[in-house]
């Protein structure tokens, strides 16, 4: 998995060469999605629920379009794995 992410989970260091992640599709929300794509066919969701002044902020694991397409990932948003940011983006 990535190497160094910035704050914004928007580039990531990967084999040497920099991947940038965009935003394809979002829903806003007391429970917003985000649907993240890479140049190198990588997509990954991030999703925020607000209650009250609290944000809690989860992420799935990139995935290849070759697994699955970033619209069917969108489609099934809701029912995807989400964790932390360090399980999905942390050394493994």
Known sequence: MPEIIDYLYQFHDKGGHQVTFFIISRE???TSYYQ?????GYWYMMKEVRTD???????????????MTAALGWTGRADLT???PDE???EE
């Open 53 to 67: 002044n609290i944000v809690v902020t989860t992420y799935t694991r990139p995935v290849s379009i070759e697994t």
């Open 82 to 84: 989400y964790n932390t």
């Open 88 to 90: 999905v983006f942390g």
């Open 28 to 30: 806003s929300g007391a």
């Open 36 to 40: 993240y794509m890479s140049n190198d």
